[in-house]
């Protein structure tokens, strides 16, 4: 089972600044199988990037992900109030499917 | 657009068996793949198994001998039972389709959450 780290576990910024947050996985996750989700409380959560680096339909482009092998990157560029939330990385390479345990981005 | 629609007992006793329908709107679920997912504070985001339209499954190897997904086309649901179940399986459990595609694994239609209580 391919595990899925998390850094920061969680991110105090201000609105208008920019995040940067990661994930890593204990093995390489083959063709970029990554994708990365936002989740606000009581609901569920919400694709934002898949393929490691292609957005999801309707998500702005301050949505950036990056990254290959082991070690992926989502950039949030200028945070909106409502971006506000807890992220999760998951790899589809290999079953079972596996999720980060989240960073939670808040208010400063 | 696809909406996707948990339903089932919000509460279940230790050692009965858990069981969920999803049902959805908006579109078929021939051709595409569907998963069930839970979420609880202490193992976060834990996928639990998944089905194709036609009936082939794939369960998370941690829960394979407890569950079963199935889905009834006619009613355009699926269905998930986790039996013997204990205060471990206390979670919301989400519903979920994976998008038509070749690298299909991720998810990007999530019913809104069924949260389910194991206790006596």
């Known amino acids: 089972e391919i595990v899925l780290t998390q850094s920061p576990g969680s991110l105090s910024l201000s609105p208008g600044e920019g995040a940067t947050l990661f994930c890593r996985a204990s093995q ?31 998500i702005p482009d301050r949505f950036s992900g990056s990254g290959s092998a082991t070690d992926f990157t989502l950039n949030i560029s200028r945070l909106e109030p409502e971006d506000f939330a807890f992220y999760y990385c998951q790899q589809y390479a290999t079953s079972p499917f ?6 939670k981005v808040d208010i400063k | 657009q696809v909406q996707l629609q948990e339903s089932g007992p919000g509460l279940v006793k230790p050692s009965e068996t858990l069981s969920l329908t999803c049902t959805v709107s908006g579109d078929s679920i021939n ?27 794939s369960y998370n190897p941690s829960l394979k001998s407890r569950v079963t997904i199935s889905a009834d086309t006619s009613k355009n649901q699926f ?19 994976h998008p038509r595609a070749n690298n299909w694994g991720f998810v990007d ?9 194991v206790s006596s």
């Open chain 2, 31 to 57: 051709n595409y793949y569907w998963s069930w997912i839970r979420q609880s504070p202490g193992k976060g985001l834990e996928w639990i198994g998944y089905l194709y339209y036609r009936g082939s499954t």
């Open chain 1, 98 to 103: 596996t999720f980060g345990p989240g960073t």
């Open chain 2, 109 to 117: 239609f999530w019913g809104q959450g069924s949260p389910v209580t």
């Open chain 1, 28 to 58: 390489t996750i083959s063709s970029s199988f990554l994708a990365w989700y936002q989740q606000k409380h009581g609901q569920a959560p919400r694709l934002l990037i898949y393929g490691a680096s292609s957005r999801a339909t309707g």
């Open chain 2, 79 to 97: 269905s998930l039972k986790l039996t013997s179940v204990t205060a471990a399986d206390t979670a919301t459990y989400f519903c979920a389709r």
